[in-house]
């Protein structure tokens, strides 16, 4: 694999102590890795040097020749000033550039992981009669929405954004309790999430020059609150214990209406994949599909990370499928250093052997806080060190870590959000196994997936106890495989025929019901790697 270069990017005007480095590794335009950062350009033909409004300076490094775009775009005077298209360069080695013409300010961005590869061949000659379709993943903190056409079969062009319903509730239960006890809040909430899907529609369309009205087919995944409070339907039953695991039923009784709001064509057929049941979501079995769990006899994990984290374990046989409710700590909400991924996050952290702290950092900016895979880095480390004991305990007050120039503060209160999430995880895991009768050693491939996992360190996760102890070769950082699965259902019927296959094998596990769960779930509060089972 190539190894990473960079960039070091600035909004004109901006000093040189306002410079933002992104990394990347060489295929990519300048373009495509301005458009994950909070530096993007100004732009609307996708990336074809069509409209000639990407325009950046290059300060330092080599860019290559100009295309012939550049040429017609800018003239031979602003070419020869080191002015450029940033759809037009393809950055080999590291560059230093200013960005001169900025993209207005906006919550959404490109995601930064690996582009959609098909996990199924397309087979879908047209979408609904057009050459577009779109997927969503409505995820708690997250919105993630891609446009495609069926006849490459790949993803065009993705926004990923802040789900605006935190405003009402950090977690699904609040959310639910929010619309169950008004009306109001209800349609409130469903009002929040179609104008923020329309809105990250809206920013393709304008940005990649995507004519929405050729949009013919939306597939939308998501956990089972978020689905309901999308599709307008009673909040109510899904705060009731007795109801957990039975079906969810979230049709979109006006999905003609949702279609113009979203300048889709008129015909749209607007799905809202019907969840597993109880708290186990589409964006689950969207996983299931993409990383292609019941294909084969080996035992393989998926755990999908978030804020109600799902879990799903296929035993060769059968697949079983459970939620635990993690929590805001992956997302480092509630943190009292805690960032979410944004510029600034601390993202991975490590420590040299005289005990100095070194960070990576979301774009290298000067360091605010820690993001959510930070986090398990942080908590690994400090036990490490014999900062925190096995209960979580500091052994020294007040702890602090001092990194890139800050100083951060580390409460018990900190620790402990980290300790119940993971606590809840792990024994949600532990109790699929021994349902299924599986030794942990038989698990072939542990697919972790979600916006939490994409900078993961599985030694971390695996030292804190937040992931089994299997060798570092089986664990596999799965990305979106929700938004991925969508995709794959948007586009294959191998992909529906998988679906299908995983909901029939599926067992849907309500942890609230199993007797052990409790004790499990305070066996893994310990800061330490899981124990062979039936050890003290």
């Not at 950055?91 to 993209?103: K, N």
């Not at 689905?227 to 969810?248: H, K, Q």
């Not at 586009?491 to 599926?506: D, M, T, V």
């Amino acid at each position: 694999m190539p190894r990473a270069r960079h960039v070091g990017v600035r909004l004109l005007g901006e000093r040189d102590g306002e410079v933002r480095h992104l990394s990347f590794r060489p295929g990519p335009s300048l373009r495509d890795i301005l458009d994950t950062s909070s530096v993007r350009v100004r732009t609307s033909c996708a990336g074809q040097g069509a409209c000639g409004l990407c325009r950046v300076r290059i300060d330092e490094g080599a860019a290559g020749p100009p295309t012939a775009a550049e040429v017609l775009h800018l003239g031979a005077e602003a070419i020869a000033a080191g002015t450029r298209l940033a759809c037009q360069v393809t950055p080999r080695g590291d560059l230093d550039v200013t960005v001169l013409e900025p993209a207005r300010p906006s919550p959404w961005r490109s995601p930064g992981s690996t582009a959609y590869q098909p996990a199924h061949p397309p087979s879908r000659r047209s979408l609904n009669g057009t050459p577009l379709g779109a997927a969503v993943d409505l995820g708690t903190t997250q919105i993630t929405v891609a446009i495609c056409g069926a006849a490459e079969g790949d993803r065009l062009a993705a926004r990923c954004g802040p789900n605006p319903q935190v405003r009402v509730g950090a977690d699904v239960v609040g959310r639910l309790d929010a619309a169950a006890r008004s009306p109001l809040s209800a349609q409130r909430l469903r009002g929040m999430a179609l104008e923020a899907i329309g809105g990250a529609l809206l920013e393709l369309s304008r940005d990649e020059g995507i004519a929405l009205p050729e949009v013919g087919r939306v597939r939308v995944v998501g956990n089972s609150a978020m689905l309901t409070l999308l599709s307008g339907r009673p909040a109510g039953a899904m705060l009731d214990p007795a109801g957990w695991t039975a079906a969810v039923e979230c049709p979109l009784a006006d999905a003609a209406a949702v279609a113009e709001r979203w300048n889709l064509a008129a015909s749209a057929a607007i799905e809202l994949v019907r969840p597993l049941g109880g708290f186990v979501g589409s964006d689950l079995l969207a996983g299931v599909v993409h990383c292609r769990l019941v294909d084969g006899p080996e035992p393989a994990l998926l755990v999908d990370f978030g804020t109600n984290t799902e879990i799903a374990l296929w035993d060769g046989e059968r697949l079983w499928a459970t939620a635990a409710a993690g929590g805001p700590a992956f997302e480092a909400t509630g943190i009292g250093c805690g960032l979410p991924a944004e510029p600034g996050a601390i993202r991975r952290l490590r420590r040299g052997p005289d005990r100095s702290w070194h960070a990576e950092v979301i774009e290298s900016v000067q360091p605010r806080g820690v993001c959510g895979s930070g986090l398990v880095d942080l908590l690994a480390l400090l036990r490490e060190g014999g900062e925190i004991d096995e209960r979580g305990r500091p052994t020294r007050e007040p702890l602090t870590v001092a990194v890139g120039g800050v100083e951060l503060a580390v409460s018990k209160a900190d620790v402990d959000a980290l300790q119940r999430a993971k606590g809840a995880v792990a024994a949600g895991i532990e109790v699929l196994c021994r349902r299924a009768g599986l030794p942990l050693e038989r698990i072939g491939a542990v697919h972790v997936a979600g916006s939490f996992g994409e900078h993961l360190d599985a030694g971390s996760a695996r030292a804190i106890g937040l992931l089994p102890p299997v060798g570092a070769g089986r664990i596999r950082l799965a990305g979106n495989a929700a938004l991925h699965g969508a995709l794959d259902l948007l586009l294959s019927g191998a992909a529906e025929e998988a679906l299908a296959r995983a909901r029939r094998r599926a067992t849907l596990v309500n942890l609230s019901l199993e007797a052990e769960f409790e004790d499990l779930f305070v066996e893994h509060l310990h800061v330490r790697p899981w124990r062979p089972r039936g050890s003290a």
